[in-house]
T-cell receptor, first 112, second 112 residues
Framework: GESVGLHLPTLSVQEGDNSIINCAYSNSASDYFIWYKQESGKGPQFIIDIRSNMDKRQGQRVTVLLNKTVKHLSLQIAATQPGDSAVYFCAENKTGRRALTFGSGTRLQVQP | DGGITQSPKYLFRKEGQNVTLSCEQNLNHDAMYWYRQDPGQGLRLIYYSQIVNDFQKGDIAEGYSVSREKKESFPLTVTSAQKNPTAFYLC???????????FGQGTRLTVV
């Protein structure tokens, strides 16, 4: 499929290593955050979300960290696998606002 | 099974023609969205709808139109007024605002 992110920042990791993808969000009033994974030519898939009353949330092999002081969000993927190769987007929203606002994305490349 | 379906997957249009992209969901979600994605960029909001018979402009609504006559359906028309319509179009829905949005698989529109 055709790539959806030709000029994105790229993180290259070895299979089995941990990956950390970072995101700086723009609105200090945002209270809901999501990470999405997008494979080439497909729609984004939900990975994990977090609300502003938390600073950490864990899922299966993934952890999201939220630092409201510096408006920073990170996604940690443990034991990265080739199937994790994709573009990752963070998205933010504020209660009462219309829709999610997306960041520009980071491409994760997993080397076997 | 439940989901959100976009059709067609690929669409070609001649300059000066209007074209309509289909989006259907059977998730019983109230909110639906249209985003546009260009290479190297995140998703930008075109239109959104919180409820049947209501919709609002997003950040880049010029040259686009929508309707929401049924809860399940939120078609997007790309008009000849859209100056640069070639892009990947993504439809999404959510049970309400400020919750996880589920995405379709996208329609890639190319103007020839």
């Amino acid at each position: 499929g055709e790539s959806v992110g030709l000029h994105l920042p790229t993180l290259s990791v070895q299979e089995g290593d941990n990956s950390i993808i970072n995101c700086a969000y723009s609105n200090s009033a945002s209270d809901y955050f999501i990470w999405y994974k997008q494979e080439s030519g497909k729609g984004p898939q939900f990975i994990i979300d977090i609300r502003s009353n938390m600073d950490k949330r864990q899922g299966q092999r993934v952890t999201v960290l939220l630092n409201k002081t510096v408006k920073h969000l990170s996604l940690q993927i443990a034991a990265t696998q080739p199937g994790d190769s994709a573009v990752y987007f963070c998205a933010e929203n504020k209660t009462g606002r219309r829709a999610l606002t997306f960041g520009s994305g980071t491409r994760l490349q997993v080397q076997p | 099974d439940g989901g959100i379906t976009q059709s067609p997957k690929y669409l070609f249009r001649k300059e000066g023609q209007n074209v309509t992209l289909s989006c259907e969901q059977n998730l019983n979600h109230d909110a639906m969205y249209w985003y546009r994605q260009d290479p190297g960029q995140g998703l930008r909001l075109i239109y959104y709808s919180q409820i049947v018979n209501d919709f609002q402009k997003g950040d880049i609504a010029e040259g686009y139109s929508v309707s929401r006559e049924k809860k399940e359906s939120f078609p997007l028309t790309v008009t000849s007024a859209q100056k640069n319509p070639t892009a990947f179009y993504l439809c999404a829905s959510s049970i309400e605002q400020n919750t996880e949005a589920f995405f379709g698989q996208g329609t890639r529109l190319t103007v020839v």
